[in-house]
């Protein structure tokens, strides 16, 4: 029942995307520090930072527009995305973006001010023909990415808002702040692999139990797949601090 809740709201969540998409634009950071406002997206990826030292990555796993439509082409290539060096690629991406944003709001005018609606139509992100063309051709980035390196490609390799929740939740760790995540008794595994086969991100779940890297693997999204497939309820929800 959990999962089929998770799987309507990250769904749900990518059906608001047109209203919702400017939120979540690393363009319209840049843009605004040039002209030193504070936006909808800043503030949105400044959250996920903030919460995700409590929470993890539980956003990608339940809220994310782009989670919900790669759910929903994992039937195309159920191959799960390899892993490893490419994951580093989204935090190429994200230091070079965000070295970009500093840089524009130090060379920016005006006074600091805060619109979170900035460059939306009473809030909604797209509202005419020329809104849908970058809407669409964002969707396509989504769409053929998974179609060629498997499940949840984008959020291994080119996700921008990833890197934030994980450097969050790894300075949660360091703080000792009790955290969200997906513990294990490895003592009850009995290695049957349902853990792997569920898991939408493509983890070797049954590895990461094996070694108790559970609770603080990155790729994690703490979507709770893998606990609810489990037949010996080795895998379950804690909230605990976890270095």
Not at 220 to 234: E, R
């Amino acid at each position: 029942m959990r999962q089929k809740i998770r799987k309507a709201i990250i769904i749900i969540s990518f059906l608001l995307f047109p209203i919702t998409i400017w939120y979540f634009s690393p363009y319209l950071i840049i843009d605004g520090a040039s002209q030193h406002i504070i936006n909808g997206s800043f503030i949105v990826f400044v959250s996920m930072f903030v919460l995700s030292m409590f929470f993890g990555r539980i956003w990608c796993g339940y809220f994310c527009p782009s989670g919900g439509l790669q759910e929903c082409l994992s039937s195309i290539n159920p191959n799960p995305a390899k892993q490893g060096r490419r994951d580093k690629i989204k935090f190429v991406i994200w230091i070079i973006w965000v070295l970009a944003v500093i840089l524009t709001f130090i060379l920016g005018k005006n006074d600091v001010k805060i619109n979170p609606f900035y460059q939306t139509d009473h809030g909604i992100s797209v509202s005419n023909i020329y809104c849908y063309v970058i809407y669409y051709g964002v969707v396509f980035l989504f769409v053929i990415s998974n179609i060629i390196h498997g499940k949840r490609a984008t959020c291994h390799y080119i996700c921008w808002m990833a890197p934030f929740m994980i450097l969050g939740s790894k300075l949660g760790r360091v703080l000792h702040i009790p955290q969200l995540h997906i513990s294990a008794d490895k003592e009850k595994c009995v290695s049957c692999g349902k853990c792997n086969q569920s898991c939408p991100m493509g983890l070797d779940v049954r590895q990461l139990v094996a070694e108790n890297k559970t609770a603080v693997y990155s790729e994690c999204i703490s979507c709770g797949a893998c606990a609810d497939a489990c037949p010996k309820d080795v895998l379950k929800y804690s909230f605990s601090s976890k270095k």
